[in-house]
Nanobody
Framework: VQLVESGGGSVQAGGSVRLSCVAS????????VAWIRQAPGKGREGVAA???????EYADSVKGRFTISKDKAKKTFYLQMTSLKPEDTAMYYC?????????????????????WGQGTQVTVS
């Protein structure tokens, strides 16, 4: 399984960025795919997740601003980020393969996701 993120960069506050995560060798059934971020000097934080049925979850800090989506045919997951704030500055990771019953945005998920991408940096100034 390989997850490859792209789309990060530098953006001004209030701007938008769309991240992509291409998944290869991955069977989505029964699994969540999530976007998780790590700001400088802080731990990893679950931002958004989508399950195989298309149900989504968001951290309170990004609700109404971020949208997670997927294109099954392309095996690609997206994170559309709008109204960006300096506090959104972080390395953003795509993660997949979560054991059933684990909250995809909870602290346990950080240790339970089986596959991670290399991350893509988003800097908001």
């Amino acid at each position: 399984v390989q997850l490859v993120e792209s789309g990060g960069g530098s953006v001004q506050a209030g701007g938008s960025v769309r991240l992509s995560c291409v998944a290869s060798g991955f069977t989505e059934s029964g699994n969540y795919v999530a976007w998780i971020r790590q700001a400088p000097g802080k731990g990893r934080e679950g931002v958004a997740a989508v399950d195989c049925g298309g149900d989504t979850e968001y951290a309170d800090s990004v609700k109404g601003r971020f949208t997670i989506s997927k294109d099954k045919a392309k095996k690609t997951f997206y994170l559309q980020m709008t109204s960006l704030k300096p506090e959104d500055t972080a390395m953003y990771y795509c993660a997949a393969d979560l054991p059933r019953g684990v909250d995809p945005l909870g602290e346990d998920a950080i240790h339970e996701f089986g596959y991670w991408g290399q991350g893509t940096q988003v800097t908001v100034s």
